[in-house]
């Protein structure tokens, strides 16, 4: 959706270092989520937000970090920690609600140098 | 926690047929069911959802049925076209969280 602004398109990352991707909403939604995508699998669940200055862990949190300072932007820190980055990463975000339809960002393909 | 399991894993049909893709879930608390679309190298974009108090919606081609007594829910493409090929997922959510099944590759050839 053209509301949800993921950059970079494309981001290479070396040995040992931490990058930050970035996840841009302008829909006035409260919830914004992470997810990590591997060929072959589904998406599945990094990182979420319900409101400013809060956030929970997902299914696969190990090795990511993420903040939540204002309600635009919830940006994805990738760290050394995370020994397997190579993945297409979807940023999300949802209005209010239990069962409010989550809409996603065009993606940020990470890959190892 | 949920799971989702998504059958079948790839689905050839040719133009005009229908598609039929399944979805179980495991939490029966579980109450809203969305099916997304995407296209290689895109953004998975939603095509239909369905919540636990309905058992059928339909929009055109595209119908989605759910048995909450079963704990299934399919995605029903009558008519199919070249430009229906692409990955489809279901996913289950009783709160704000998504759990997604591993995705349905549908080719429909001409």
């Known amino acids: 959706d053209g509301g949800i602004t993921q950059s970079p398109k494309y981001l290479f990352r070396k040995e040992g270092q931490n990058v930050t991707l970035s996840c841009e909403q302008n829909?006035?939604?409260?919830?914004m989520y992470w997810y990590r995508q591997d060929p072959g699998q589904g998406l599945r669940l990094i990182y979420y937000?319900?409101?400013?200055?809060?956030?929970q862990k997902g299914d696969i949190a190990e090795g990511y970090s993420v903040s939540r300072e204002k309600k635009e932007s919830f940006p994805l820190t990738v760290t050394s920690a995370q020994k397997n980055p190579t993945a297409f990463y979807l940023c999300?975000?949802?209005?209010?609600?239990?069962?409010?339809?989550?809409?996603f960002g065009d993606g940020t393909r990470l890959s190892i140098l | 926690g949920e799971n989702v399991e998504q059958h079948p894993s790839t689905l050839s049909v040719q133009e005009g047929d229908s598609a039929v893709i399944k979805c179980t879930y495991s939490?029966?608390?579980?109450?809203?069911f969305p099916w997304y679309k995407q296209e290689l190298g895109k953004r998975p974009q939603l095509i239909i959802d369905?919540?636990?108090?309905?058992g059928e919606k339909k929009d055109q081609r595209i119908a989605v049925t759910l048995n909450k007594t079963a704990k299934h829910f399919s995605l029903h493409i009558t008519e199919t076209q070249p430009e229906d090929s692409a990955v489809y997922f279901c996913?289950?959510?009783?709160?704000?969280?998504?759990?997604f099944g591993k995705g349905t590759m549908l080719l429909v050839s001409p």
């Open positions: 999300a975000s949802s209005g209010q609600g239990p069962v409010q339809p989550q809409h």
């Open positions: 829909l006035n939604h409260d919830a």
């Open positions: 937000s319900q409101i400013v200055n809060d956030f």
């Open positions: 939490d029966s608390a579980s109450n809203y």
């Open positions: 369905i919540r636990s108090n309905v």
């Open positions: 996913a289950a959510s009783k709160h704000s969280t998504l759990t």
